[in-house]
């Protein structure tokens, strides 16, 4: 069994960086795929970045290229660096894992999640 453990969220200003971290225990981390989605109050929980368990392939949504950047250690833990933050931004992030190498954008096909963390983009 995967156990997710979000932290990092919190409130920032608009133009803002965060950096969220999403430590993984229980099986043998290197193997898994891992997403990072979020979900916003009346809204459906969307993708927002992925990693192959190789961490040679990502994937960014469009409202978030060139401003997150998702990474991984060898030692459990995925990143989501969160740089020029919009007040869309804010929403509930969750750190997701599938037992599988390669990533997919489909909140359906990641088998564990963590708990989630609140990012408050405000001014």
């Known amino acids: 069994q995967v156990q997710l453990v979000e932290s990092g969220g919190g409130l920032v200003q608009p133009g803002g960086s965060l950096r969220l971290s999403c430590g993984a225990s229980g099986r043998t981390f290197s193997s898994y795929a891992m997403g990072w989605f979020r979900q916003a109050p009346g809204k459906e929980r969307e993708v927002v970045a992925a990693?192959?368990?190789?961490?040679?392939?990502t994937y960014y949504a469009d409202s978030v290229k060139g401003r997150f950047t998702i990474s991984r250690d060898n030692k459990n833990t995925v990143y989501l660096q969160m740089d020029t933050l919009k007040p869309e931004d804010t929403a509930v992030y969750y750190c997701?894992?599938?037992?599988?190498?390669?990533?997919?954008?489909?909140?359906?096909?990641?088998?564990?999640w963590g708990q989630g963390t609140q990012v408050t983009v405000s001014s």
């Open positions: 997701a894992a599938r037992a599988q190498l390669a990533l997919t954008t489909s909140r359906f096909g990641y088998s564990y």
């Open positions: 990693i192959s368990g190789s961490g040679g392939s």
